[in-house]
Every structure is written in C-alpha cells, then in structure tokens.
C-alpha cells in the first residue's frame, strides 16, 4: 500500500487509475491494486482493479543546499518490521536519483535543466529483504521536469539585410524576423514572446505577435535616404514585467524605382569640340541607379542627323557623338543641332506624376577647326591601260592631287619603288604623267600594281598614295605551237588516208574574240596529209599505204599553224612520226629497228657474226702488243730516285724552284729558242748553263700554239722516255718594258754566282744546293 505525500511545492506524487479515478489525500493504495477508503471510522473495501503510476513533478533548476526531495513510496505489503526494501531502477538511479531502501523516499542529487531533458522514466520494486522475493510487480512512473523562466528569446542572426521598393504603400511587408525560446511552450507564459521596434520609426512598424516589419510612411525617397538601421525587441512572459528579451538589427534598404527623369546639367551652355576630334562625350544626370539610370540619346534636328550620329555608352551612360561623314573646315566652320535624352526603361506609375516628363534636351555646337590635311587624289584607286611591247619612254596614264587646305600648297608626285622593284615606270614629279622606263611584256605579267605618293612641298610629313593598277593590254606578238608533245607513229600496214594523230594547238596571246588556228602541211608530201576540223585542231591522215621500217624507219612532219589576230602570226612544229609493226587491228607491237634486224636474222647467223667480232678484236690486241714490244728501250735512268710518274708544279716567278731539272722555263720565255737548245728533261744536265742566249719572243706571240707545237714535238720525238711525264707551263705575258725579272733569264754568268747561301734555305733546297755547289767545287 502506497501513501501520496506533498511536501510544499517540490514534491508532488500522482496515482491515478486508468479510469482517471482520482485518489483524494489520505487514501491508502495497494501496489496490488485494492483500494481502501476510510469512511466515518470504517474501512470500506472496493473491489481490485488495475492501477498505474503517472508521474512526479519536480521543478527545475533547484538551488537548495540538500538534495531535492522527489516522493515517498510505501507498499502495504510493508509491516514496518525492517524487511520490506524498496528498488528503484530507471535513468539515472544511482547518479541522479537515489531511494531509501528502507523508507521509499526518492530524492535528486543535482540540479535538472528542462531544456537538456524534460523527463526521465523509472521503475519501482518492492522485495523481501531476507527470501529477496518480490513483494510486488514492477510499476513504472516518470518524474517530469518543471519549467521554470530561465531561457530569454534569441534571434537566429544579429543582422538582417531587407529592401524595400521606394515609393511603396503603407503597410508593405519588408522582411519577418522570428525568435525562438527554449522555454516550455506548453507550460505558461515562459516562451510567449512579444515583438516591439525599439529603433526605426516613425519609417517602420513590426507585427508584436509575427515579427513581421512593414512601412510605415508614405514615399519613402531612395534619393532622399537609402539605407535605414531598424533595432527589434522579442520579450517573453507575453511581454509582462519580469520577462526576459533579446534583440536584433535589421538594415533595410529602398531599392531604386524610375521615379527621377534624366537631366543635363546646364541646357544652355552648348557643348563644344573640334574636327581635330573623331567624337566627343555628353552626358545628363540621374538620381536613379542601375537599369533605371540607364538613358537613350538622340539628334533631333535634321542637319545634325546628316552631319552626326550619336550612340549611348552602356557603361558611363554617355553620349558619344561621331562625325557621319567628312567635314571640311573650308565649306562649313560650325554646326548647331538639338540632343534630347530619355530613360530607357519606364516606370507607368510615374509617367503621369507630378514630376516633370522623363526626357530632357540641350544644344550642342560643334566647332571646326583647319588643320593641314595631305593632299587628295582625283581618283582612288586608277585603272589604266597600256599595250605590251610599248617602247621604253611611252606614255602610260596621268595622277592628279591637290592640296584640301585653303592655301592650297603644291605638292609633288614619286613612286613607292617597293611596288615596282623592276623599275618598270616613271612619273613627273610635277604633273604627274606616268611613263614606261622598259618595254612590257602580258605574257609576263598582265597587270603592275604600283603605288603613287604625292607629297606637299611645303610639309612633306603630309603624304598620301594611292594605288595604280596598269592592265597591259595584249598585241598579237606570239605565235601559236602544239599544245602538247605529240608521239605519232604509223602502221607498216597502214592503208591511204587512215586517221595517225589528232593534234592542238595553244598560243599564249589573248584575243579579244578567241583563238582560230589554221593547220597546214607541204602540199608536195607523198606520206602524209591534215584536215582542220575548224576547232582549233587538226587530223593527221596517211596518203599512201605500205610503210617499211627498213627503208625509213621514222619522218619528220612539218605542220605550219597560224593565228587570225592582227598581225597574223605562224610557226612551224615538226611532228615526229615513228613506222611501227602492228597487229591487224592496228595496235602497235614494236617500233625498234634491232627488232626488225633480231626478227631478219637466224641463230646461227647471229653466232657467226659474234665469233667473227671476237676474232678481229683478238688480232688487234696481239698487234698492239707486239709494237710496244718493238718499241721498249733500257730505261734512261736507273737510280733510287725515279722520276717518273713524278708532277712538277711551278708557282714562282722566278728563281727559288725547288726542282728545275724537269724543263727550263727560259724556254717557255724564249718561243724561238734553237732546237740544238732542247735538254733531256728527266736527267741531269752536264752543265748548267752551256751559253746564254736572250731571244724574245716577237710581239703578239701565241703561247698557246708555243705549246701545242711543243707537246707534238715530244709525242713524235724517238727518244723520248717511254713513260708518261707531265711538263706545267706558265706564261704572264709579253709586252714589259722591264722585261723578265727571273733570275733564269739574268745576264749575269754562273761565275758570277755564290750558291754557298743555299745550304742555308733548309731542306726544300738541299737538292738545288748539292747541284750547284757540287759543279762549282768540280
């Protein structure tokens, strides 16, 4: 049995039946489900029904010193003899709940925080502390935590960022800012927030039950004020005293609406520029901003539309005015035309307010100022025609430029020669006339592009050119010619007037009205005949039968071919017919005369003639080895150094040789030199200089027939060595005043001569020093 016990406001214990019968204080109740009811001093037994635990309440955030009194449990099963015990199981027993075994009384250790857990579930059991039976069944309850106001309202940020159109309504909802409290909503007032403005009017009211803020004026001016910090307030307790807040900030902005027209700054002060400019810049203001700024600028009137175009500048908003076409200080110095400027994208709840209409207008003049402008040419660019084969100083065209400017400066003419590297033409520097400096030829180029400068005297950095194609125009100066290489042959078999070729001609002349080309042969050939076709080509026939490639094997067909332009120009092409074998058909099988001779002769005869070759060219070789042996000799010299097979070349002047035993150059100076003068020129000569002698040699003398003469001298002299020996020549000329300088040739004796400093030139000289030194010694 179980007693209900309160113990001031933090203890109560609820036992209520599932019929929801409540149990007045006093009652007694059974685990088991009796209950009994004292009446008058009696106990009135009722009969068993189910019962069930609700709950405990027990109010949070406690701050006694002792542990915070839950409940009591009693069982009727307990006598008060000590052998009842009471267990307690569930969240938190042992750490955050604790029962007295003995007595039933629950009580918290620490302090609960509803908003971490509102309520926790356990159970109740009673046993027999000796036998541990249990007493009775397990009963579960839950101890639920009571709120209490210790959570103020929060705000999900500390700044919001909201726009509203300008010019909007009142009322027009901005933005709706929602604060929460961790409170028991179910519980109380604890988490019934209020919302206040504390900063933002008189522009902005909230909604104290939503949070929602709206306008609270009329006509709220972008361009007045933009930006507005509004300070709201969520208090709970539904607002009363004692209840806890929380703030936020929101910043609200007036979006921009096309509620201000376009406006130039000064309508009466014209805007200037000068010819010297390709465009200038104007520009009118407006308050609004973005698309709504955005402006369209136009010339309204009609002299300035046929002078100037204007465009907008997306991105600064400018007018930037062009010049449409040339201006021309000397015919017009200034011009005066109205610009009018509008918003592009229009708002219809302003066009008909009290503002002015959304368009404005100003003058603008433009000045033009003389500047020094190059000179102009008549024509750009000039076409002019000329005959190929003109002669060099012809006359080709005429340019023509003056200077724009009022005063009208001279100005002279030349031609860029990077455009006319062949140096074809010419131009007066003065007037400008174009002349020919070589003749022209279409059949080379058939057009000149060159480029004509015309500079002014007075200011020669002010240039201008202009192209000049020069057409050479065609003079029938070519004759025609085959068009092709033709490879013509006839059957042998051939029968009178059968088709052998067809033939074209191409002529590199261009006619005004096309080529016509006239074929024509000798009248007097018996072989062959032509027929134009009158198309620009001709058939080749036969005029008689019967080829045979051993009579004539191939024939030269002259075919004269002629033009109709004027002057009427011929050539003459031979085509080369070739008589071939062919089938019965017609189709060529050989064309080779060594076919025709391997096809008339047998084998045997074919043997015969080879072995006949072979013969002849026996005999010969035998001949020829016979006379060389007839002719051989004991050689001339026999000695170490052998000088055959050996060049000597000769590149001094005179004097210094390093080997003058293989010819005398004083016979090469001298042409006239006596035949009893000749020395062996592969031995040693007896002596070195036998006698002197000076011959020149007469004027105009032909070395070249001097050595001609020589080199058939040796190849029919006798005793002349049988082995090859190669003899270099050198002649500088005749005709000297000062004659020879080679010391070959000096009048001076050999006893005249010391070759003892020889022997001092080094070895390239050994020789020539053993030779003189030696015989001199002798």
Request: charged share 25%; net charge negative; with cysteine.
């Amino acid at each position: 049995m179980i007693t209900n016990h309160f113990l001031g406001l933090l203890m109560l214990f609820i036992l209520q039946p599932i019929n929801a019968l409540p149990v007045a204080p006093g009652n007694t109740v059974n685990l088991l489900g009796t209950l009994q009811e004292k009446n008058d001093g009696r106990i009135l037994q009722r009969s068993k029904r189910g019962w069930m635990w609700n709950q405990f309440f027990l109010l949070e955030e406690y701050t006694g010193n002792d542990n915070q009194y839950v409940g009591k449990l009693h069982s009727n099963m307990d006598r008060g003899d000590g052998n009842v015990k009471y267990i307690l199981i569930g969240d938190g027993v042992g750490s955050l709940f604790l029962i007295d075994e003995n007595s039933g009384d629950i009580h918290a250790t620490k302090r609960l925080d509803r908003e971490e857990r509102a309520i926790y579930t356990l159970h109740a059991k009673v046993v027999d502390k000796r036998t541990n039976e249990t007493l009775e069944a397990d009963t579960e309850f839950n101890i639920k935590i009571h709120d209490i106001n210790d959570n103020e309202p929060k705000f999900s940020k500390d700044l919001y960022f909201a726009s509203v159109p300008e010019m909007s309504d009142v009322g027009t909802s901005v933005i709706q800012v929602t604060a929460t409290d961790a409170d028991d909503q179910t519980y109380g007032n604890s988490a019934k927030l209020v919302y206040s403005i504390l900063q933002g009017q008189p522009y902005f009211s909230v909604d104290s039950d939503n949070g929602t803020i709206r306008t609270a004026l009329p006509n709220m001016d972008r361009e007045t004020k933009e930006n507005y910090q509004v300070v709201i307030q969520a208090k709970d307790m539904a607002g009363q005293m004692g209840g806890l807040s929380g703030t936020t900030t929101v910043s609200i902005t007036l979006s921009d609406e096309n509620d201000s027209p376009p406006r130039f700054a000064n309508r009466k002060r014209p805007s200037l520029f000068s010819s010297l400019l390709i465009y200038c810049r104007i520009k009118a203001n407006d308050a609004d901003v973005g698309r709504n700024a955005e402006m369209q600028y136009s010339i309204v009137d009609r002299d300035g539309q046929d002078m100037f175009t204007i465009i907008s500048d997306q991105n600064t908003q400018e007018g930037v005015i062009r010049v449409k076409k040339q201006l021309d200080y000397e015919r017009q110095r200034t011009y005066s035309f109205k610009v009018e400027v509008t918003n592009t994208y229009l708002d219809p709840r302003f066009m008909y307010s009290p503002n002015p209409p959304f368009k404005d207008d100003a003058m603008v003049r433009v000045t033009i100022e003389d500047v020094d402008e190059p000179p102009v040419f008549s024509r750009n660019p000039y076409i002019i025609e000329v005959h190929e084969d003109t002669a060099a100083g012809s006359f080709v065209g005429v340019v023509s430029a003056r200077d724009p400017d009022a005063d009208n400066n001279p100005v002279k003419y030349s031609i860029d020669r990077h455009t006319d590297l062949e140096r074809l033409f010419n131009i007066d520097s003065v007037n400008g006339t174009i002349t020919t400096l070589k003749g022209l030829d279409r059949e080379m180029s058939k057009w000149h592009n060159i480029s004509v400068v015309a500079t002014e005297i007075s200011n020669p950095r002010q240039t201008t050119r202009v192209p000049v194609f020069i057409r050479v125009l065609d003079v029938n100066d070519n004759a025609p010619e085959f068009a092709m290489y033709y490879e013509t042959f006839v059957c042998e078999n051939v029968q009178p007037g059968q088709l052998i070729q067809t033939i074209s001609a191409v002529d590199t002349d261009d006619p005004l009205v096309g080529h016509k080309f006239v074929f024509s042969i000798s009248s007097s050939n018996p072989n062959f005949t032509i027929v134009d076709n009158e198309d620009n080509t001709a058939r080749i026939l036969t005029r008689r039968a019967g080829f045979s490639r051993r009579e004539m094997n191939t024939y030269l067909l002259p075919v004269v071919i002629s033009d109709n332009d004027y002057p009427i120009q011929s050539s003459t092409s031979t085509l080369t017919v070739n008589v071939c074998a062919c089938d019965s058909r017609g189709n060529m099988q050989s064309c080779n005369t060594e076919a025709l001779l391997s096809a008339g002769l047998s084998t045997g005869a074919l043997v015969a003639i080879l072995l006949c070759v072979i013969i002849l060219l026996m005999i010969v070789v035998l001949f020829a080895a016979l006379r060389r042996q007839q002719r051989k000799k004991e050689p001339l010299i026999i000695s170490k150094e052998d000088v055959r097979d050996n060049v000597v070349s000769y590149n001094d002047e005179g004097g210094g040789e390093e080997d003058t035993q293989a010819f005398d150059i004083g016979t090469l100076r001298n042409p006239e030199v006596m035949d009893a003068n000749k020395l062996r020129r592969d031995i040693i000569p007896e002596m070195l200089f036998p006698f002197q002698r000076t011959s020149p040699i007469k004027d105009n003398a032909d070395v070249r027939e001097f050595i001609h003469g020589r080199l058939h001298e040796n190849d029919s002299d006798p005793t002349a060595p049988p082995y090859d020996s190669l003899a270099t020549y050198a002649y500088e000329g005749s005709g000297s005043l000062a004659e020879s300088l080679s010391s070959l040739e000096s009048g001076c004796m050999e006893g005249d001569q010391e070759y003892d400093y020889l022997s001092n030139w080094g070895p390239p000289f050994k020789k020539l020093a053993d030779m003189y030194i030696g015989k001199d010694t002798t």
